[in-house]
């Protein structure tokens, strides 16, 4: 009897928290059809998880694959440039600003 495999997009949030470029740009390829905006149960893009983990090369990675900059999580309305300054990554702010993320909105669920 065959496992149940999970799908493609879930191994793109491991591929973003631990910056496995290899891992990210298989799973962004046309052919493998991952949504690189796809979403966990709380909002998160692999985008704000790169970012929050500080992983800068997988942030240019997933930018360069046409991720949004300026998407806001459901549970606190963080987008990732929240994400990397509140965690200290101001590499990766920096790649996330030159990338258009907006700096004087969305505001986050506290304002």
């Not at 979403?39 to 704000?48: E, I, K, V």
């Not at 942030?59 to 694959?65: N, R, S």
């Not at 994400?83 to 990554?89: F, I, Y």
Request: proline share 7%; glycine share 8%.
């Amino acid at each position: 009897m065959a496992m149940p495999t999970s799908p493609p997009s879930a191994d793109i949030w491991s591929a973003a928290a631990t910056g496995d470029l290899e891992a990210l740009r298989s799973l962004l390829a046309p052919a493998a059809e991952v949504d690189v905006d796809v979403r966990d149960d709380w909002g998160r893009s692999p985008l704000m998880v790169a970012a929050m983990e500080g992983q800068a090369d997988a942030v240019q990675c997933l930018v360069d694959a046409g991720a949004s900059v300026a998407l806001q999580d459901d549970e606190s309305g963080y987008s990732p440039l929240h994400r990397a300054l509140l965690r200290g990554h101001l590499a990766v702010a920096a790649i996330l600003v030159r990338a258009g993320a907006p700096m004087d909105a969305p505001l986050d669920r506290e304002g």
